[in-house]
């Protein structure tokens, strides 16, 4: 179908422009949001004649477009999904899905034709999308997909600033590695310590037990001689002469 368009429209032209597009989608959209009219004789002499009322509408339309580009340029918005422990989705996150997430944020309408995706997103992540603001404007986002609302945040965090969270994450391990170093540390002093008791133990036990052996032995040949200064002298015999 041929059409007069009577505002900019990415991709088809600019006001004033016949252009060819196909049937559902001049009339399920185009014509239902009065973006364009049916080529034709009778709304060509409309268009001429309401011609400087509509580019006076359009450039409305170009600075409210302005306004918006710069209210969700940088925008972020989260998803959360289910994933499997690889990242990837069960399912996907559409145009659709980014279209409905910027309008409960903000209150601002797009289509999802306006939403630049090369292709559904699938899995956990943090994506650039550039959004068709109007004619040559566009404005990027930043799509956040996640398990919950506080990887999501998170994931953000990393996207804008890869070097400093990196440099946090390596003070962190650094400090998980002191940390652990001291406590093995700790426990090897600890092991030092209680062997070098058990050492002095044994060492005392067996100064103890020497000591006692050396007293019983004492004893012992204490009794002996004792005895032996107890026991009779044999008689002498005496001899005959």
Do not use: C, W
């Not at 690889?86 to 601002?108: A, C, M, R």
């Not at 540390?185 to 050492?199: F, M, P, V």
Request: no cysteine.
């Amino acid at each position: 179908m041929e059409v007069i368009l009577i505002e900019n429209i990415e991709k088809l032209g600019k006001v004033g422009d016949i252009v060819k597009v196909k049937d559902g989608y001049a009339r399920n959209y185009l014509i239902p949001k009065k973006k364009v009219l049916r080529a034709n004789k009778e709304n060509l002499k409309v268009f001429e004649e309401k011609k400087s009322s509509i580019e006076a509408e359009e450039n409305k339309r170009k600075e409210k477009s302005e306004e918006i580009a710069k209210k969700i340029q940088g925008l972020e918005i989260l998803i959360i999904r289910n994933a499997a422990e690889n990242g990837q989705l069960y399912g996907s996150v559409t145009s659709k899905d980014i279209v409905k997430e910027i309008f409960l944020l903000n209150k601002i309408q797009f289509i999802n034709e306006q939403i630049n995706l090369k292709k559904t997103l699938k899995s956990i992540g943090v994506f650039e999308v550039e959004i068709s603001v109007y004619t040559n404007l566009k404005a990027k986002i930043l799509v956040s997909i996640a398990k919950t609302k506080e990887l999501g945040l998170e994931q953000i965090k990393e996207f804008k600033n890869p070097k400093k969270i990196k440099k946090v994450k390596e003070e962190k391990e650094g400090k998980n590695i002191k940390k652990d170093e001291n406590k093995e540390k700790s426990e090897l002093d600890t092991k030092d310590l209680i062997q070098e008791i058990e050492k002095k133990e044994e060492v005392s036990k067996k100064k103890k037990v020497t000591a006692k052996s050396n007293k019983v032995k004492k004893k012992i040949s204490s009794k002996s001689l004792k005895t032996k200064e107890s026991e009779p002298k044999p008689k002498k015999k005496k001899t005959k002469k």
